[in-house]
């Protein structure tokens, strides 16, 4: 089955780490550009961060640069995110989310998401 | 940034209604632009990208139009598994970001 499927999320305080782990399977996760974006409670959705399939171009959102690192591991079919100085508004539903492989450009697989939740 | 303008943000309309809802970008971005639906705890899922180009095995009555600044996502016969939240989100460049959302709501 082609899926994506995040852990990693739990209760952090404030100017804490955590790391996010994504784990693919079903296609193959080398070819592709993956991505992390999030939804806080009640919100709407805010991209994070983009890293090419050999991790030669890594992108990051304002709100994350600096704090947040993006990574992944071919051989283990799997994604990262590494997230450091945690804030109150970081506290959202991070989904792992697969960029088409295609000349059309868009999001065509998320996961279900890992809740992180910043508070003391 | 290119900023995402959509609106509504919030509609009501009945089963069988056609309804339309607009994603104005700050940034001509040509069609790099998806539509995408979320349920109540659930994932979005893409219906529309290259502004037009009808996701595989989503019905036909969503269809996507526009290109520059200014885009369209219509439902022509609104079905009850089409009430949900509805996000634009432009690919012209990074970063990559999404509009507010639009919740279409039963009347």
């Known amino acids: 089955e082609v899926q994506l499927v995040e852990s990693g999320g739990g209760l952090v305080k404030p100017g804490g780490s955590l790391r996010l782990s994504c784990a693919a399977s079903?296609?193959?996760?080398?070819?592709?550009?993956m991505n992390w974006v999030r939804q806080a409670p009640g919100k709407g959705l805010e991209w994070l961060s983009s890293i090419t399939s050999s991790s030669t171009y890594i992108y990051y959102a304002d709100a994350v640069r600096g704090r947040f690192t993006i990574s992944r591991d071919n051989a283990k079919n799997s994604l990262f995110l590494q997230m450091s100085s945690l804030r109150a508004e970081d506290t959202a539903l991070y989904y792992c989310?697969?960029?088409?492989?295609?000349?059309?450009?868009?999001?065509?697989?998320w996961g279900r998401g890992t809740l992180v939740t910043v508070s003391s | 940034a290119i900023q995402l303008t959509q609106s509504p943000s919030s509609l009501s309309a009945s089963v069988g209604d056609r309804v339309s809802i607009t994603c104005r970008t700050g940034h001509a971005i040509s069609t790099a632009l998806a539509w995408y639906q979320q349920k109540p705890g659930k994932a979005p899922k893409p219906l529309i990208y290259?502004?037009?180009r009808l996701e595989s095995g989503v019905p036909s009555r969503f269809s996507g139009s526009g290109s520059g600044t200014d885009f369209t996502l219509t439902i022509s016969s609104l079905q009850p598994e089409d009430f949900a939240t509805y996000y634009c989100q432009h690919f012209n460049s990074y970063p990559l970001t999404f509009g507010g959302g639009t919740k279409v709501e039963i009347k």
């Open positions: 290259d502004a037009s």
């Open positions: 989310v697969r960029e088409t492989l295609t000349t059309s450009w868009y999001f065509d697989l």
């Open positions: 079903g296609f193959s996760f080398r070819n592709y550009t």
